[in-house]
């Protein structure tokens, strides 16, 4: 009979006491632990990008190593805290729709118009299965390109945007 893994086993947690996160002189992402191994041009990325945005973040090094995973952002100095957020918020960009003023369909792609937190966009969803309801009315749609948009609460848009959602789910 094989022996269950243990997850801990298999990661290799950082102390968040015993490094700091920063920016070097041409933008790039640098971690330095206590001991004084450093990484240039680090890459974040989410464990869990939709539920548990700021936990269990992986950090790669330049040729896509892992370094370790980052249970908690919240345990970071503030400086290392920011500078991550930072990262991850241009890494994992998705306006917020507030509005839907159209959608319409032509050769298999529906387009929207919609209204964003960062002005009106119009794109292309190719199939139903690039909407997503999750809990609390949240929904996710990725568009042709492969961007992504987020509804934080169907529920509390606009009559209009509210139906012309419903054609879609």
């Not at 980052?70 to 345990?75: P, S």
């Not at 503030?78 to 917020?96: A, C, H, T």
């Not at 390109?145 to 509804?151: P, S, V």
């Amino acid at each position: 009979m094989h022996e269950a893994i243990k997850v801990t086993d298999e990661l290799e947690f950082l102390d968040a006491d015993s490094m700091s996160i920063s920016r070097n002189a041409f933008a790039e992402l640098v971690v330095e632990f206590s001991d004084g191994t450093t990484y240039t041009r680090i890459e974040p990325v989410r464990s869990f990008p939709i539920s548990d945005t700021m936990r269990y973040i992986t950090l790669f090094d330049s040729d896509g190593n892992e370094i370790g995973v980052v249970e908690d952002v919240n345990k970071l100095s503030s400086n290392s805290r920011d500078v991550l957020i930072e990262e991850l918020k241009k890494k994992y960009f998705m306006p917020k729709i507030t509005k839907i003023n159209s959608l319409y369909g032509q050769f298999g792609v529906t387009t929207w118009q919609v209204e964003t937190s960062q002005g009106d966009v119009e794109f292309g969803v190719r199939t139903r299965y690039d909407i997503v309801t999750l809990a609390n009315g949240r929904v996710l749609i990725k568009d042709a390109d492969g961007n992504r948009y987020e509804i934080e609460n169907y529920k509390k848009l606009d009559t209009k945007s509210y139906n012309l959602l419903q054609t879609q789910l």
